[in-house]
């Protein structure tokens, strides 16, 4: 990390939100929640554990909710990672500020840093961390610029970085700058979230500190972020850390053009590029091009195919001349030759289309 912080692991812990059900990402998401799922190699929340423990924070809560068994399964007790890590799953869903304040029962802390769990992110937490402490703020958010604010929370600030309001997704932001899921909190301000209800630290705790007259800072940077929300930004984000633009020490591998996991075949005449992932004994047939995708354990890819930009799920199957754009295929599902899947289209975990049973455009 960039800048020179002391961490303390007695005086500061991280909170790590993975409750989410990951509508969006569906059918993806419909055996495995989302930060479990396969990006450049391995699951995306072993990127973001990887930054937390380069930045120096050991212990580490995870906020669960949806699936949570599959968490404690992978990751157990943390110390693979260097970290000191539980599960704490929510009773019922408790939005990002009760499962905060759910999550950080038992931590004696007196500093907690808070990440969503879907932001692949090149954040400097220490550098987080150095703001809070030097303003003396209840709470710091880390703060991205961003092209179009509309869809994000928007935060403006003052000239010394003190957030003047927090406006959640509104039409007519006053600023680019946009809330980026990362926080730095007072223990003492977590535990005035109210407990046993659902709250949003964004639409509730963050605005209800501002009216109290708390202060709260922004720490505003331009450095790689992106929310793993949607198929398209998962696919992006695999392909970034496969190339080496997104920051990461849990790539399994080097980054370059393409990514092999081991069993992987695929024939000389094939082509990989653009940051492709090619999961545990994969076979990819001859003449196939493979373009900024993520091909999971166990799929298989005929001869002559094109898969660009697209998802295919583990142990799935794509026939002979078959081409897929911009598209996600589930969990074992099969797609004869000859069909095209373009521009968004969803197949679902196990489902069958025969050869040639589903095109955009004419052919044979």
């Given at each position: ?40 190699g ?44 539980v ?49 003396g703020?209840?709470?710091?958010l ?33 600023t ?29 705790t ?8 708390a ?11 992106l ?89 799935a ?24 899947l ?16 589903l ?6």
């Open positions: 990390m960039g800048v020179d912080v002391p961490i303390d692991p007695d005086a500061t812990a991280a909170i790590v939100l993975v409750g989410g059900q990951g509508s969006r990402l569906r059918p993806l998401t419909v055996n495995t929640p989302k930060p479990m799922l396969p990006t450049a391995v699951p995306f929340l072993a990127h973001l554990l990887s930054r937390i423990a380069a930045a120096g924070i050991r212990r580490v809560v995870l906020g669960t909710a949806y699936r949570a068994e599959v968490f404690e399964s992978y990751l157990g007790d943390g110390s693979a990672l260097g970290l000191d890590l599960c704490r799953p929510e009773p019922e869903p408790m939005g990002t500020g009760g499962g905060i304040r759910h999550a950080a029962q038992g931590l004696e802390q007196s500093e907690i840093v808070v990440f969503n769990g879907d932001i692949l992110s090149g954040v400097d937490v220490r550098a987080v961390i150095g703001e809070h402490r030097r303003s703020a209840e709470a710091a880390h703060l991205v610029r961003v092209p179009d604010p509309t869809a994000f929370g928007c935060v403006p600030t003052d000239a010394d970085g003190r957030v003047l309001a927090f406006l959640e997704k509104t039409l007519s932001p006053p680019d700058q946009v809330n980026a899921g990362c926080y730095v909190f007072r223990r003492d301000v977590i535990d005035r979230i109210p407990p046993g209800r659902p709250v949003s630290v964004e639409r509730e963050f605005p209800g500190l501002l009216a109290d007259g202060r709260l800072q922004g720490y505003v940077e331009s450095s790689y972020w929310d793993l929300g949607t198929p398209a930004s998962y696919v992006r984000g695999s392909a970034d850390l496969v190339q080496g633009a997104a920051p990461t020490s849990a790539l399994p591998g080097p980054t370059g053009t393409a990514l092999l996991l081991p069993g992987a075949q695929v024939a000389a005449s094939a082509s990989l590029t653009d940051g492709t992932t090619v999961g545990a004994n994969v076979r990819i047939g001859d003449g196939s091009r493979v373009s900024g995708s993520v091909l999971m354990d166990g799929a298989v890819i005929g001869h002559g195919a094109v898969i660009e930009r697209s998802v295919i799920g583990p142990g199957s794509i026939g002979d001349e078959t081409v897929i754009r911009d598209a996600v295929v589930g969990d074992g599902a099969r797609i004869g030759a000859s069909c095209e373009l521009a968004g289209v969803r197949i679902w975990p196990g489902l069958v289309i025969p050869d040639g049973g095109r955009f455009s004419g052919g044979a």
